[in-house]
């Protein structure tokens, strides 16, 4: 499921059924799910991306060579950011 629809969902459940003195907690969790949500997704994207360089190396392909390295730059600045934060 994507993760805005599912934000969405958890969060008119918090508006539904989470007393009016509890929702900013709540919502907060809903954040924190989600957070965790989109950098496991990133994890797994620059693992992917790291795997298709080595596999490219491995078979001499320059062209992908260049590609998953420039995709892998692309991802890594903000997947380290992430890390610094301690977001992961």
Same mark, same amino acid.
């Given at each position: 499921?994507? #993760? +805005?629809?599912?934000?969405? @969902?958890?969060?008119?459940? &918090? *508006? /539904?059924? &989470?007393? *009016? =003195?509890t929702q900013a907690q709540s919502f907060s969790e809903v954040d924190k799910f989600i957070s =965790?949500? &989109?950098? +496991?997704?990133?994890?797994?994207?620059?693992?992917? @991306? /790291?795997? /298709? #360089?080595?596999? =490219?190396r491995q078979y001499g392909n320059q062209s992908d060579q260049q590609y998953f390295q420039q995709q892998l730059e692309l991802s890594a600045p903000e997947h380290m950011t992430h890390s610094k934060k301690g977001l992961r």
């Open positions: 499921m994507d #993760l +805005a629809v599912t934000k969405d @969902i958890l969060s008119k459940l &918090v *508006e /539904s059924f &989470v007393p *009016e =003195a =965790a949500k &989109v950098y +496991a997704q990133d994890d797994l994207l620059c693992d992917m @991306i /790291s795997w /298709s #360089l080595d596999i =490219a």
